[in-house]
C-alpha cells in the first residue's frame, strides 16, 4: 500500500475547496440507488486534538472523514482515507475526485465511473481490471468495485492510473496528497489587457488565408513549406516533455474550409455543457473535448477522445502565429496536480477569441476573449489540426 507521487501540486485550492461546498454529499450512484454512503473510517479522528497539536490544525471535509491539514511552512496536506473491503484497500471514488478537485460522473449507461477537468481524461469500471486514461489503457492489479452504490477505486490502482497528475504517498489508512501555494493571478473573466508584444500575449499569423471571409484551405500566399515547417519545429522546443518524443513529427494537415467550420461551430453556441457528456447526438450537450471533436468531424478531421489526446494530433503552433482553428490547451487551475496537464481545449476564431465548450465562465458552448492574465498564464500549447 506504499506508495509515493513525487510530482508538485497546486496548493492555491484549499480556499476554494472549502467556499465550495466540500460538505456531505450523495454521489451519483447514491442517488440513482437512493442508499447512503458507508459510513466513516472509525477510529479516523480518535486522537485528532493530539495529532493536531504536533502536526497542526485539521478541518474536516468530505463524506467519510477526510482532511486538510495545515503544516508548517505554510504547506498544506490533503487526506483522503481508505476503506477496506474483503482484505483490500479502496478510496471512495467520488470522495477522492472532490477533494483532488476532479469532476466526476457515473455513466449509468454504460456502468462506467468517470473523472477529469473539463472532461472525462479517466474511466474505470466495476470489476475490469484496466482503466483508461486519455487515449491509453491502464492495466490495474485489482479491480474498482462497487460498494453499498458507491464506486471504490483500489489503492493500489492510484499510483499507476494518476501519477501523472497528483504527488501522493499510503500512510495510517489515508492517501495523502501534498500541497504547494501555486495560483493563478487572474479572474476567468478578468479584463482584458492590450497587447502589447510581452511574452505570453496571444498574437495572429498575418498570413493566415483565412483572415477574410474569402480565404480559402488552397491559398498560401506564397508561403515557403519549408519555412513553414521550420517555425512548427520551433513551435515545439522544449515541449518534448509536455508531448512526449513521438508526438514531434510535423504531419501532413488535411485542407479545410476553417470560416464555413468555425460559422459551423457557432451554432452551437448556448448548448450546455456537460461533463463526460455521451454524443451530441443522443444527449444534445457536450463538455469541451465532445465539443472540438464534434466540430472538426463534420469536415472531415477526426479527432481523439478527451482533449489530452487531442494536444497529441496535429502541429505545435507558437502563441505568437495562431491561425482560425488551431486548437487551444489550457491546465485547470487550482487543482493538487501538475500546471503541465491538458484539463480544457478550445478553438482559435482569430482576434484573440476562441469557441470552446466550459462550466465557467458561462456554462456552455460560448466565445470568449483569451487576452487576459487567466488564459495567458494557463495557457500550455496550440495545435494545428488543419490546413
Known amino acids: ?64 472523514g477526510g482532511f486538510i491539514r495545515m503544516l508548517t511552512q505554510g504547506r498544506v496536506e490533503m487526506t483522503i482515507p481508505t476503506v477496506t473491503i474483503g482484505g483490500t484497500s479502496y478510496v471512495v471514488g467520488s470522495d477522492f475526485a472532490k477533494i483532488v478537485g476532479f ?23 466495476p470489476g475490469q481490471t484496466s482503466a483508461l486514461r486519455d487515449d491509453e489503457t491502464v492495466a490495474l492489479k485489482e479491480a474498482p468495485v462497487l460498494f453499498n452504490s458507491q464506486i471504490h477505486i483500489p489503492v493500489s490502482a492510484l499510483n499507476p492510473v494518476f501519477a501523472k497528475d497528483f504527488s501522493f504517498e499510503i500512510k495510517e489508512q489515508a492517501a495523502v496528497v501534498q500541497a504547494t501555494d501555486w495560483a493563478v493571478s487572474g479572474a476567468i473573466d478578468g479584463p482584458l489587457e492590450a497587447s502589447t508584444g510581452a511574452e505570453l500575449d496571444f498574437g495572429d499569423d498575418p498570413k493566415d488565408p483565412f483572415q477574410t471571409a474569402g480565404g480559402t484551405s488552397t491559398m498560401r500566399l506564397g508561403r515557403d513549406p519549408l519555412l513553414e515547417a521550420s517555425d512548427a519545429v520551433e513551435a515545439m522546443k522544449g515541449l518534448d516533455g509536455f508531448f512526449g518524443k513521438d508526438d514531434m513529427a510535423v504531419p501532413v494537415l488535411r485542407q479545410v474550409d476553417m470560416n464555413a467550420l468555425l460559422t459551423r461551430a457557432q451554432r452551437y453556441v448556448g448548448v450546455n455543457y456537460s461533463f463526460g457528456a455521451a454524443p451530441y447526438s443522443t444527449s444534445g450537450k457536450f463538455d469541451c473535448s465532445t465539443f472540438t471533436q464534434y466540430v472538426f468531424a463534420k469536415s472531415g478531421i477526426t479527432l481523439n477522445r478527451t482533449a489530452r489526446a487531442q494536444a497529441k494530433q496535429g502541429t505545435a503552433i507558437n502563441r505568437k502565429q495562431l491561425r482560425k482553428g488551431d486548437l487551444l490547451f489550457f491546465y485547470v487551475p487550482g487543482k493538487f496536480r501538475s500546471q503541465k496537464t491538458v484539463g480544457h481545449v478550445g478553438i482559435y476564431l482569430g482576434n484573440q477569441r476562441m469557441i470552446h465548450s466550459a462550466p465557467e465562465p458561462k456554462d456552455g458552448v460560448q466565445m470568449t476573449h483569451i487576452n487576459n492574465a487567466y488564459w495567458k498564464q494557463t495557457f500550455l500549447a496550440a495545435k494545428r489540426v488543419s490546413s
Open 103 to 125: 469532476r466526476s460522473n457515473w455513466d449509468q449507461t454504460r456502468g462506467v465511473f468517470q473523472l477529469g477537468e473539463h472532461d472525462a481524461s479517466y474511466e474505470l469500471k
Open 1 to 64: 500500500m506504499i506508495g509515493s507521487w513525487r510530482r508538485p501540486v497546486a496548493a492555491s485550492l484549499v480556499a476554494c475547496l472549502l467556499a465550495a461546498g466540500c460538505g456531505p454529499q450523495l454521489s451519483k450512484e447514491q442517488r440513482l440507488s437512493n442508499q447512503q454512503g458507508i459510513p466513516s473510517n472509525h477510529g479516523q479522528a480518535a486522537n485528532r486534538l493530539k495529532s493536531e497539536e504536533i502536526n497542526g490544525k485539521t478541518t474536516t471535509i468530505g463524506l467519510n
